[in-house]
């Protein structure tokens, strides 16, 4: 089975991983195409921090929600820092960033939730979103990690909130990579190579002083070093550089582009 498919929903296309799709389960990857957007004419940004049209991006927001099915209202999302912190979500915080960018989750990276009809939702642009789902305890968490947060084991540290608090095992749950910048496309300098030390064989040696990083790669090896099982992680495999026309890329756009959401809830 392709572990990565993109659908067209009318004017939108959408990534899945099949291994993914459930009744109790919901998500997605949303593509570049079929939106509103002074930033991105036609496109589909769906991020609210980027210096877009705020009615545009909740317009955005809403087509992708009755598509998919979930309550616009409910989106829960968080400030995105470059940190390695997590966040459960609660009660308390359903529908965070929903509408005000201000209001989203303050200071982490990645959100963690036993809650129903609560679509976990990250913004990208060559960062890489993981997502997780433990199909025992029926947990959701969904991760941002850029090179900083990938090195920083913010996968791990969210897969360890998991297992605190729901008591998820490692060996049940299934992770999903999805598009985001590809070694092919991500040469880095010596300072992140210094600021990796555990993960100096996703490095690729390419001219003096240079080097491709495999960000998929750091991302599996701490997730498998925790015991998740290599069948049960998913990489879409995807790299956002070379694919610009379908998802959004911040290195292939000089930084002036729009974000893709990955979306994860359980229904
Ligand atoms: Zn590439």
């Known amino acids: 089975m392709t572990s990565f498919v993109l659908h067209k929903q009318g004017d939108l296309e959408l990534g899945i991983f099949p291994r993914l799709t459930r009744a109790d389960l919901l998500h997605a990857f949303t593509g570049r195409q079929g939106g509103t957007s002074e930033l991105v004419p036609g496109g589909l940004n769906m991020a609210l921090h980027v210096g877009d049209n705020k009615e545009d991006v909740l317009s955005n927001r809403r087509k992708v929600a009755d598509v998919l099915g979930f309550e616009p209202s409910r989106i829960t999302t968080c400030q995105q820092v470059h940190g390695t912190k997590v966040s459960l979500v609660t009660e308390a915080m359903i529908g965070s960033g929903a509408d005000d960018y201000a209001k989203s989750i303050q200071g982490v990276d990645a959100l963690v939730t036993q809650l129903r ?20 305890t029926k947990t959701i968490a969904l991760a941002h990690a850029g090179w900083r947060g990938s090195v920083g084991d913010i996968a791990l540290k969210t897969l360890h909130c998991m297992e605190r608090n729901y008591k998820c095992q490692s060996a049940n749950v299934l992770v999903g990579i999805g598009p985001s910048i590809g070694s092919c496309c991500f040469e880095v300098d010596q300072a992140v190579l210094d600021a990796a030390p555990g ?7 390419t001219r003096p002083g240079h080097w491709q990083l495999d960000l998929w790669q750091v991302n599996k090896k701490q997730l498998l070093g925790a015991g998740v099982q290599e069948q049960n992680i998913l990489c879409a495999e995807c790299c956002t550089y070379e694919h ?13 582009t729009g974000r893709m959401a990955a979306i994860i809830m359980l229904k």
């Open 199 to 205: 993960y100096v064989d996703c490095f690729r040696p």
């Open 244 to 256: 610009k026309d379908k998802f959004f890329s911040y290195r292939a756009e000089d930084g002036k």
């Open 117 to 136: 009809q609560v679509p976990l939702m990250l913004f990208f642009a060559d960062c890489v979103p993981v997502m997780f789902f433990d199909p025992v």
